[in-house]
């Protein structure tokens, strides 16, 4: 739909003192999202501050907003109100978040302060997107940079789509996941860059049918599902298809990762790898159902998550661990259904070797031939 055919809320319109457009922010969005015909926010180019802001539905028409400007967060991760999320988008259908723009999440300070990997309790920081119970939407252009915490949560969607949706912070960041999924549908995640400090893209419990297309990963620690089983109530993972994506210098490539030493139980079915180049990747093929970060959690319990139908077809490149497939399963409910079809990895000039536990893999074509057992 053309400029013409919008109402065209711009928020130099609203005033913005000192370059903070907060207010002005909110108040086109609220003019906007009250508009009885499609409306656009526009964020023009130039540089802008913006505290922590929430803008909701339901939005009586399909609503854009186009940012093609520099936004900052605040630096403190104090002066963002306790919330969990910098920019937070809800309630709304048939919306869009376009433009040539950067959320800069000015994360070095709180990064800084980070001490999960020695505190248990420790308090999360604020990420820079939550994107929540949004329908028929589509976030397409956007730059990420820099979050405190995890870039974009997408939580409770349905039919969302990105697209040319690209991340950058340094792979020394902690904690900083791209895009994580949590009890959502059909969500597509296409065409983009994704350089950070953890997972370029996690799927928590609840997600069905996602796609990952054409998406390069790195740095990072690679593209995951889970971690599944620590909490409570837990949904099932279903239906999942990675294909023409490259992982370049990633920490872990295609990674399935439950914890042990719960009660929970779900599954993590159908889940399709297929035409995947990896660069130079630590673990590129992984099942780890001992997932167990900062000893956590008893490894004596197995997990009680079935992972089963998965498919590892096409998978080529560098290794950067001589144990380039690792399959640890589940004693308590070993993995079914594994394939690995055609997978076509080295190190150092030799091709990798396969290691797995409570599992029998079909091989097709050529793939590495597990060996002994690990215990």
């Not at 999202?33 to 929430?54: A, E, F, N, R």
């Not at 909701?56 to 967060?73: K, R």
């Not at 995890?150 to 349905?158: L, P, S």
Request: glycine residues 8%.
């Amino acid at each position: 739909m053309s400029l013409l055919n919008f109402g065209v809320f711009n928020i130099r319109k609203y005033g913005a003192p000192s370059g903070d457009i907060t207010n002005a922010l909110k108040s086109a969005w609220k003019d906007a999202c009250t508009s009885t015909s499609p409306s656009k926010v526009l964020v023009p180019s130039g540089w802008y501050k913006l505290q922590q802001i929430d803008l909701e539905g339901p939005c009586n028409a399909p609503i854009e907003v186009q940012v093609d400007g520099i936004i900052l967060a605040p630096k403190n991760p104090y002066h963002l109100n306790g919330q969990d999320q910098w920019v937070r988008f809800q309630y709304i259908n048939f919306f869009t978040l376009s433009g040539r723009g950067t959320f800069d999440g000015q994360g070095e300070m709180a990064w800084k302060q980070l001490d999960c990997a020695k505190n248990s309790n420790c308090k999360s920081l604020v990420m820079n997107f939550g994107f929540a119970f949004l329908n028929n939407s589509v976030i397409q252009d956007i730059n990420s940079k820099d979050s405190k915490y995890f870039h974009a949560n997408v939580f409770g969607c349905n039919n969302i789509t990105f697209t040319n949706f690209n991340i950058n912070a340094p792979e020394t960041s902690p904690n900083t996941d791209g895009i994580h999924i949590g009890r959502s549908t059909k969500v597509n995640i296409i065409n983009s860059k994704i350089g950070t400090g953890d997972d370029c893209i996690s799927l928590g419990d609840g997600s069905r049918q996602i796609t990952v297309r054409n998406v390069t990963c790195g740095p990072g620690h690679g593209i995951s599902v889970g971690s599944l089983g620590r909490y409570p109530n837990e949904e099932p993972v279903v239906d999942l298809t990675v294909k023409n994506c490259t992982l370049n210098n990633t920490d872990n490539g295609l990674r399935i990762k439950t914890w042990p030493g719960t009660s929970v139980v779900s599954i993590a079915s159908h889940l399709h790898f297929e035409d995947i180049i990896m660069i130079n990747v630590t673990n590129p093929v992984i099942i780890d159902q001992e997932y167990c970060p900062w000893n956590q959690c008893s490894k004596k319990s197995p997990s009680k998550i079935k992972i089963r139908k998965v498919l590892f077809k096409n998978i080529r490149g560098t290794s950067a661990t001589q144990e380039g497939v690792t399959l640890v399963c589940s004693s308590g409910v070993p993995c079914e259904a594994i394939v690995l079809n055609n997978i076509d990895l080295s190190y150092n000039g030799s091709k990798v070797i396969a290691k797995c536990a409570n599992v029998k893999p079909t091989i097709r074509k050529k793939a590495p031939i597990c060996m002994l057992p690990r215990v």
